[in-house]
């Protein structure tokens, strides 16, 4: 079982840019995540990278403003251009199992959650 310790995050005016960190001991043989989730809303996937940090996954939602990668035992996610809708709860995760990397039954570990607020 991996730990995984979120740091970054916090508040930003639209336009800006935040780096979120997710210090993930144990997780290298393994596919990261990142999740978000506003205020009534599922939580949804927003990207991915795979175990070797070649192949990375994006919603629509964040294609072009954020930027998945992973250097050791760290996943980062840098978030540019961000917008108002990007105000979320964003969280890491290591994935346990094959299937849809947007998925988040297919994730065994998570981070504490780190919030994201973008004031327009």
């Known amino acids: 079982q991996a730990q995984l310790v979120q740091s970054g995050g916090g508040s930003v005016q639209a336009g800006g840019s935040l780096t979120l960190s997710c210090a993930a001991a144990?997780?290298?043989?393994?596919?990261m995540a990142w999740f978000r989730q506003a205020p009534g809303k599922q939580r949804e996937g927003i990207a991915a990278?795979?175990?070797?940090?070649?192949t990375t996954y994006y919603a629509d939602s964040v294609k072009g403003r954020f930027t998945i990668s992973r250097a050791l035992d760290t996943v980062y996610l840098r978030m540019n251009d961000l917008k108002p809708e990007d105000t979320a709860m964003y969280y890491c995760?290591?994935?346990?199992?094959?299937?849809?990397?947007?998925?988040?039954?297919?994730?065994?570990?998570w981070g504490q959650g780190t919030q994201v607020t973008v004031s327009s």
């Open positions: 995760a290591a994935k346990a199992a094959a299937g849809y990397w947007n998925v988040s039954t297919y994730y065994n570990d």
């Open positions: 144990g997780s290298r043989s393994r596919g």
């Open positions: 990278i795979n175990t070797g940090g070649y």
